[in-house]
């Protein structure tokens, strides 16, 4: 189907001008629609929701519909009572023209449209301590906003997610195969980073025993909290709202925590190739982490606090392992354009680790004086 004729079957003011495709996302396909009529314009985002990606679309829908009703009204009962010292924001779903949430089309994938943010920018990278304070400003208040959902009204969107062990299960599986034989063996790159994953498999484990112990305990999370999914306000340049709400289900804000570090103190992106530019930024973390405690410090308890270089240690490793595992299954899972990518966006985030590693001492002693 035309893109044009499936985002008219939404409910939008106006005529359709322009249809573009938008962001860096490495899932699902998104575009920039923009309708005007006399007087006015609306831009909104059209999604196609990875079906290879996220068993059921459906889920994914519903769940987000949950999760925007409850903030919504919490953000409009707090602005009633002037709690915030700005405006907080986050899309909304707008329905189909037949007041579904979403639109399958005739090879049954599921799209749907959000409200843009608009007079907002995310970035790739951070761009300085300014930008990673509101960055952890606005993860910490989201964590606030979601904090009293009741998580028994979601789905799991993405069984797996997050689990590091899943995933170093995944890769061994992987590893069995023929043609994730011959790319180990066709390169010394691949197997260096074979070696940095078998000399770290007890990490991996770190905060799944934490868990099975009972020190710590999942919680709603978002999932997903790298930098280019923290909206900063073109005109004020504080943090005002979260996207990319797909994997907002019950987990450890451990996974958030770290998950956003490691994406915010790597002022290089994950796509650079020069590993030398790769090193995990205190100044960021920092920063990041006294605009995370203003919003969210109240919430952490001594264990979750215990926990917290775990899991700045834990995500880089995660994520190379998962960039790495599909480099080796021939690209099925992150969107790539071009063979190496994978591989290349591991070596990245095994450097970002060792990076971390490296700077143990001063992480901790930055978190404990938080
Ligand atoms: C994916 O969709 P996007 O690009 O925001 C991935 C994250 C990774 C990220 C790395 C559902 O996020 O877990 O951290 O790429 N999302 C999913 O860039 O797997
Ligand atoms: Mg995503």
Redesign the pocket.
Known sequence: MELSILVNKFNIKGRLVSLQPFGN????DTFLAIYRNTFSETQVILQRVNRNVFPQPEVIMENMHEVTKHCHEKLESDAEKGLDDRVWQMPRIIKAKDSRDYVIDDKGEVWRVITRIMSAHAFDVAQGPEHAMECGAALGHFHYLISDMDPSIIKDPLPGFHITSGYLAKYDETLKTKSAKDLLFASMEAKRLAKFIEERRDLALCLEKAEGAGELKKRMFH??PKVN?IMIDDVTGKGTAMI?L??VSPGLIHLDFGDALRSICNPAGEEVSNLSKVVFDEDLCTAFCKGYMREAGAFLTDADRAYLYDSIRLLPFELGLRFFQDYLAGNVYFKTTQPEQNLNRARVQFRLCESVEARERSIRALLKSL
């Open positions: 996302g490495n899932i699902n999932g997903d999914n990319d797909d994997t």
